[in-house]
């Protein structure tokens, strides 16, 4: 299913406690492993996921700001840890803690990226939505091409008069919500 024929909304699909989502993509973000458990609850075959980009599975929720800061973060060589609301091919939506590494080969050169992601809490889910709505709805409001870049500002701010950097942010909710 074309992500343009999904049903709006859908159900959400909540991952298990032991779910692990693996995927890991060439250097331009063309999944070129996924595991089980991502097929399982993304709904794709593989020969549907190979050689794709990942952001097929991209939810219209998930501000483009969060990308640009995981793209930057990445490229930065460092790793990126986020919260993100995926579509499945059935039109559904989950929701996933995600880590997301660079790998390189033995000769220090960028093969792609590895990512693994598991079940968020559901304090990181409510925490992060409020803020991903007004990063859309400033995205609405910038047009497309300032878009990305408006709405990561802006989240960049918020979490500055906080003290904390958006790892640091995503990090903390998700061991709080664990404790509790």
Request: net charge positive.
């Amino acid at each position: 299913m074309s992500p343009s024929s999904r049903l709006s909304g859908g159900r959400e699909i909540q991952l298990a406690p032991d779910d692990l989502i693996i995927t890991k993509t060439d250097p331009s973000g063309h999944i070129s492993y996924a595991n089980r458990t991502f097929m399982r609850i993304a709904g794709y075959a593989e020969h549907e996921l190979l050689g794709k980009p990942h952001n097929l599975i991209r939810h219209p929720d998930m501000p483009r700001g969060v990308y640009r800061l995981l793209w930057q973060t990445l490229q930065a060589g460092q790793e990126f840890f986020g919260l993100v609301k995926n579509y499945t091919a059935q039109g559904d939506y989950y929701w996933v803690f995600a880590n997301i590494t660079p790998d390189y080969t033995a000769q220090r050169t960028l093969a792609g990226y590895y990512s693994v992601r598991r079940q968020p809490t559901r304090a990181g889910i409510a925490a992060v939505s409020p803020l991903y709505q007004q990063m859309c709805a400033i995205e609405a409001q910038a047009g497309k091409a300032a878009a990305p870049d408006a709405s990561m500002q802006w989240l960049l701010a918020q979490l500055a008069a906080k003290q904390v950097s958006y790892q640091q942010f995503v990090l903390a909710l998700e061991q709080q919500g664990a404790a509790t």
